[in-house]
């Protein structure tokens, strides 16, 4: 299996507060990708980085930024989450583009 | 944007072959076709991927259409454990677009 974690894996959290998911993996791969998942969406890309400090937006992008400083890190931020970001987030890896993506376990968000 | 479209529900036997169709509508030259699958409370796994040639690898055979607007996953011979959601996906650029996915049932 990929080395791929995810921090946290349950959260709970109230309207207008921030919070941070956490992505890291072991495998030293450029791309990682940030993915959430909610009934009759299927898995939808909020952002992706292709190296450290470079990143772009996905198709669900607003309300999210990200950061990467660290090769194995990539880290999602709901600055002020609302009830519509309750959801469950993948993270994904990827040697270079096109190549087949690896995912995480997922994040389960709640946003009450 | 680009969009694939799947049936929402297949079943199957075990030990049968397995098709699980895809259309790939916007699917331009550079994008690459993939198939990934995922079990209740689990990420997605990865299948398999290609871009105009068949591929085969251990876990299935991808079918791509002459055209590119279709791909067909093929598992060769199903087993419980192939009960899963099966998602087709497009590359688009550095992007990946997946569809609604198809339930796939396996009855012993």
């Known amino acids: 299996d990929a080395g791929i974690t995810q921090s946290p894996r349950h959260k709970v959290t109230e309207t207008g507060t921030p919070v941070t998911l956490r992505c890291h993996q072991t495998?030293?791969?450029?791309?990682m990708y940030w993915y959430r998942q909610d009934p009759g969406h299927g898995l939808r890309l909020i952002h992706y980085s292709y190296g450290v400090k470079d990143t772009d937006k996905g198709e669900v992008s607003d309300g999210y930024s990200v950061s990467r400083s660290k090769t194995e890190d990539f880290l999602l931020t709901l600055e002020s989450a609302t009830s519509s970001q309750t959801s469950v987030y993948f993270c994904a890896i990827s040697e270079d583009r096109d190549y087949e993506q690896y995912f995480g376990p997922g994040t389960r968000l709640t946003v009450t | 944007d680009a969009k694939t479209t799947q049936p929402n529900s297949m079943e199957s036997n075990e030990e049968e072959p397995v098709h699980l169709p895809c259309n790939h509508s916007?699917?331009?030259?550079?994008?690459?076709i993939h198939w990934y699958r995922q079990l209740p409370s689990q990420g997605p796994e990865y299948v398999i991927h290609?871009?105009?040639s068949n591929v085969n690898n251990r876990m299935a055979s991808l079918a791509i259409a002459e055209d590119r607007k279709s791909s067909t996953l093929i598992l060769h011979r199903a087993t419980l454990r192939d009960a899963a959601v099966y998602y087709c996906s497009q590359t688009s650029g550095s992007r990946l677009t997946f569809g609604e996915g198809t339930q796939l049932t396996v009855n012993p």
């Open positions: 916007t699917i331009s030259g550079t994008d690459y």
């Open positions: 495998e030293n791969h450029r791309y």
């Open positions: 290609g871009l105009t």
